[in-house]
């Protein structure tokens, strides 16, 4: 297998600007890089340097002012909102810092809903989300309400859904932000299971100790990569 | 697809679920509306029913000439007498001159006091035929009717309330009667029946139940066609006298087509003879079209009326759509980040308005056609307190429920929900889906 059939995603020169009543802000200034299959990234750099924005632009949420961003194939800034609606759906699952469960859904029905928007619904469908929900370590909480668990048991219930439809790779922004590090370290268990299982994760982290645990990190500072090193 | 569709359903209840006494407000005006388009709609179409029904009576194939009196100045005051109105030589010209009419019935009535001891009824005294039973459809209670060898001769048949007032305990048949001076005998007793529509200028519907039957040629040997009246108070009363010959005559057409054609003839024929305005023809079939355009206009004004008061439940709706849409600026971008198109959100949306405004209009619905039973208790219940309270229209009232009125009432308020749920809905697909997830 050559390095190209490899390659999960390629960025080049990405650039993302946000225009503001005559002031331009350059969140992205020309950002290069290749995701392989099966990596495990974690993106470091202080705020305001434009993680976030680099995660929207993967995750297909946001379009590059300019540059390239090449995902199996096709360039995602000459997608239409249907198509990137699709990629988000079929190719990319999210996880949050703070969850985004949808608080009228019990763990079942919130693992469930990505499935919904690619028509893949009945039995089969709610087979596999027991069984997310169990490999999360879930599986006695299947009917409750999110505001009836905890942030750790949240967290894992956004990473069963970011899981259903078996995503090409994981977008974290801050994953465990809000969680104590014991619940932290759960969660990077779970991300690094994964990641044997061959899953590609990017997550954003401020903490050394998390980053440590990713197998390449990625530094930014002021819109532009500062470091890119594999641990 | 099906399934999805109803798993969108589903969702939708679940989310309006979620603020039970919103949905249920903003719901309540699509319900209010669509129950006041059957509603009105069932009220306005047992009135037009019931005048339909009261023209029937008059018949479809009668042509009904009246004596009318005519309008005119004071300058007549001095003549104390007047004379006016259809003649029995008109009745004869008729007759003789129009081929295609299957009968003709010459009438007069006149009110006229009637006594039998210290028990009085201020009844309408009919001179009529032998045909006027079968013309009105008056059925005998007891008795029989006049016949042709009662002609000139003193006897009487009452009709119900009549004979109730003189006769509030014995069988009257038998018995004689004072009308005026005279004595009469009575021959026999009409069943109730129900008034027929007005015509001919007054304004009161035909109440037969007050009446007195004697044959015509007696009334005019004994009664005669000049009646006194008294008129005034005070010192020296005044007396004007009316001579009139015929009240009515109906004429019968052989075809219900010819109708309109005869009652042209007949009034050209009247007009010769005739100087002054003192007789109208009137058609009921023409009284029934006329009722039946009436009765579409009626229709219409109610359904913008209702239409209306849907429009401005519709914008509640959309008001509270609208809250929703932000409210739920969050969930929109957690959908849109799981894989929503913007076609998946506003189906989303829409379905949500549309299961709001539907469940609105099938309770309206519901409440809509139990307008029968709920009107007639809510009639018995003001009943009971005051009596006097209800004009007699309502009385009679019976809502009838037009087909027609719940199809469109939930017509519209589905319309409603599309028509408003449209836009919140486009709003909610249309929002960044970053700037929806960081929305707090
Ligand atoms: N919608 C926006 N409109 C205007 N400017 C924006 C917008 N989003 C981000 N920016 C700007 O882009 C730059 C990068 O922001 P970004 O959110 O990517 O930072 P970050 O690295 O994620 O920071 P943090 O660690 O605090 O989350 C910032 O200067 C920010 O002000
Ligand atoms: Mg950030």
Not at chain 2, 110 to 118: A, K, S, T, V, Y
Not at chain 2, 122 to 141: F, H, I, Q, W
Not at chain 2, 241 to 252: A, F, H, M, P, R
Request: proline share 3%; aromatic share 6%.
């Amino acid at each position: 297998m050559s390095v190209e059939d490899q390659i999960a995603f390629r960025v080049e020169d990405l650039c993302r600007s946000y225009f503001l009543k005559g002031e331009t802000v350059h969140a992205l200034k020309g950002v290069s890089f290749d995701v392989l299959a099966g990596e495990y990234i974690a993106i470091m750099g202080p705020s305001g340097s434009g993680k976030s924005t680099l995660l929207n632009v993967l995750g297909c949420l946001d379009r590059p002012t300019s540059g390239r961003y090449i995902l199996a194939g096709d360039d995602v800034a000459t997608l239409n909102d249907y198509q990137l609606s699709r990629i988000r759906g079929q190719r990319i699952g999210f996880v949050f810092q703070s969850y985004n469960l949808l608080q009228q859904l019990n763990v079942l029905e919130n693992i469930k809903v990505p499935l919904q928007y690619q028509g893949l619904v009945g039995s089969e469908a709610d087979v596999l989300c027991q069984h997310l929900a169990e490999r999360v370590g879930l599986g006695n909480r299947l009917y409750h309400r999110p505001t009836e668990l905890s942030g750790g048991q949240q967290q894992r219930v956004a990473i069963a859904r970011s899981l259903v439809n078996d995503p090409y790779f994981i977008l974290a922004d801050e994953a465990t932000g809000n969680l104590d590090s014991k619940t932290t370290d759960e969660v990077l268990d779970l991300f690094e299971t994964l990641n044997n299982d061959g899953k590609t994760i990017i997550m954003i982290t401020h903490e050394d100790e998390v980053a440590a645990r990713s197998k390449r990190v990625i530094r930014l500072r002021d819109g532009l990569i500062e470091s890119d090193t594999r641990n | 697809m099906i399934f999805q569709f109803f798993q969108t359903v589903v969702l939708g209840i679940k989310s309006l679920m979620v603020q039970k006494l919103r949905a249920g407000l903003a719901a309540l005006g699509i319900f209010i509306g669509t129950a006041t388009v059957i509603w009105l709609v069932a009220m306005g179409e047992g009135v037009s029913f019931r005048a339909q029904q009261q023209i029937l009576e008059l018949g479809a194939r009668n042509i009904i000439v009246r004596t009318k009196q005519p309008n005119e100045g004071e300058q007549d005051a001095a003549n104390r007498v007047k004379t006016y109105g259809l003649l029995r030589a008109d009745y004869r010209r008729i007759v003789e001159n129009i081929p295609n009419i299957s009968r003709a019935i010459p009438m007069r009535e006149l009110r006229f006091e009637l006594r039998l001891g210290d028990r009085t009824a201020d009844a309408k005294l009919v001179g009529c035929v032998e045909d006027y039973l079968a013309l009105n459809r008056l059925e005998m209670a007891r008795g029989r009717w006049l016949s042709s060898r009662d002609r000139g001769k003193k006897v009487v048949v009452l009709a119900s309330d009549t004979a109730r007032r003189l006769f509030p305990f014995e069988n009257p048949i038998g018995r004689t009667i004072w009308v005026g001076a005279e004595f009469y005998t009575v021959i026999g007793q009409t069943r109730d029946r129900t008034a027929s529509a007005a015509i001919g200028g007054s304004l009161d519907s035909r109440d037969y139940n007050l009446d007195a039957y004697i044959p015509l040629k007696t009334l005019r040997q004994r009664v005669g066609d000049l009646v006194m009246k008294r008129v005034g108070g005070g010192q020296g009363f005044n007396f004007i006298g009316e001579d009139v010959e015929l009240s009515q005559i109906t004429v019968e057409v052989e075809n219900i087509e010819e109708v309109d054609e005869t009652a042209q003839i007949i009034e050209t024929l009247l007009k010769k003879y005739h100087e002054k305005e003192d007789y109208a023809v009137v058609v009921p079939r023409e009284l029934l079209r006329q009722a039946e355009r009436t009765r579409t206009m009626f229709n219409v004004l109610l359904v913008v009326i209702a239409g209306i008061s849907l429009l401005v439940g519709g914008i509640g709706i959309m008001n509270i759509m609208l809250a929703t849409v932000t409210e739920r600026t969050r969930e929109i971008g957690i959908r849109r980040a799981l894989g929503a198109t913007r076609t998946d959100i506003i189906s989303q949306f829409l379905i949500e308005t549309v299961v709001l405004t539907a469940s609105g209009g099938l309770l309206g619905v519901l409440f809509g056609l139990s307008v029968g039973p709920i009107f007639e208790t809510l009639k018995r219940a003001v009943l009971t307190f005051s009596p006097e309270s209800l004009p007699p229209i309502v009385q009679t009232l019976e809502p009838r429920i037009a087909p027609w009125s719940v199809v469109l009432s939930l017509a519209i308020s589905l319309g409603v929900g599309v028509l408003f749920g449209v836009y919140p809905a486009r709003k909610a697909a249309f929002l960044d889906p970053i700037e929806a997830l960081r929305h707090e």
